[in-house]
């Protein structure tokens, strides 16, 4: 099995911390060499592991951003 690989090209925000130390973050990651995206995920506390999560593109980013900002104001 191939092995991923990234670079967390920018920290943008930590949005929890567990009681395990596991953080739900976002970041700009590039994956396997490919274009940096916004990406939410879970890392252990030396990033050493990750979860499940999600990446999304800029225009991705800034509908889902429209979207909450919308069903935050209601």
Known sequence: MKEIQYEIV???AVLSTGDSG?????NL???NGNE???DIRSFSPAREKCGKGIT???TEAE???AA???ELEQ
Not at 22 to 26: G, R
């Open 10 to 12: 920018r920290e943008i």
């Open 68 to 70: 909450l900002k919308k």
């Open 22 to 26: 596991y953080t739900k973050e976002i």
């Open 29 to 31: 990651i590039a994956w």
């Open 63 to 65: 509908k889902l951003l």
């Open 56 to 58: 999304l593109t800029k």
């Open 36 to 38: 940096p995206k916004y």
